[in-house]
């Protein structure tokens, strides 16, 4: 048996059913939507707040002493090129980024193994690492103090130096300056 239905208005739908007539609001998704269209028709008057004036970024505390005890391990075993990139306030993945060179695979595998135990010797848990296989590139994550030890070749390829540090950015700022003043190339010739 067929019903026959029919909208009214103020979405509601009548079903005739063998004469007898019955009402029902339309799906409550319809009745949000015209809900929401009769709202929006109304005239609001928007009140405009001014946003409150930003505080100054807390000075981050940072606990150098993780820092220390992997710059001396690295001292200790002849690191070539040391250099400490500091995250604090740039990243929220460590504290400070070490970037050294060792200067052949051997190396930098005992170093990276020294380094890990030296920072336990200290009390510091829940270091990995990553790379020991081939020793071209191992990273010790130490939470706080993140060590990338590197063969030469492998550090001048990659330059996480340059991708980290704050003196890159402003040198690559200039760079882009004076590549815009900078005249083409075939406009020189002729």
């Known amino acids: 048996m067929r019903a026959n239905t029919k909208t009214l208005t103020k979405g509601k739908t009548k079903t005739l059913t063998k004469g007898r007539a019955t009402t029902r609001p339309k799906s409550p998704a319809k ?6 269209s009769k709202t929006l028709r109304s005239p609001v008057v928007a009140k405009t707040r001014k946003a409150a004036p930003r505080a100054p970024a807390p000075a981050v505390k940072v606990d150098r002493r993780m ?7 690295l001292d200790d075993d002849q690191a070539v090129d040391v250099s400490t990139i500091p995250l604090a306030g740039k990243s929220s993945i460590a504290d400070f980024m070490v970037v050294a060179s060792g200067r052949s695979q051997r190396q930098v595998g005992a170093m990276a193994d020294h380094l890990v135990q030296r920072l336990k010797a200290a009390g510091y848990r829940g270091i990995t690492i990553e790379g020991m296989p081939q020793c071209d590139w191992v990273l010790v994550d130490a939470g706080d103090v993140i060590v990338h030890l590197f063969r030469p070749e492998v550090r001048s390829f990659y330059g996480l130096e340059k991708m980290w540090s704050a003196e890159f950015a402003e040198q690559r700022g200039q760079d882009d ?3 815009e003043l900078a005249p083409e190339p075939d406009a020189a010739i002729g």
Do not use: G, N
């Open 177 to 179: 300056r004076d590549d």
């Open 31 to 36: 009745s949000r939507s015209l809900a929401r």
């Open 67 to 73: 820092l220390d005890v992997a710059l001396k391990s």
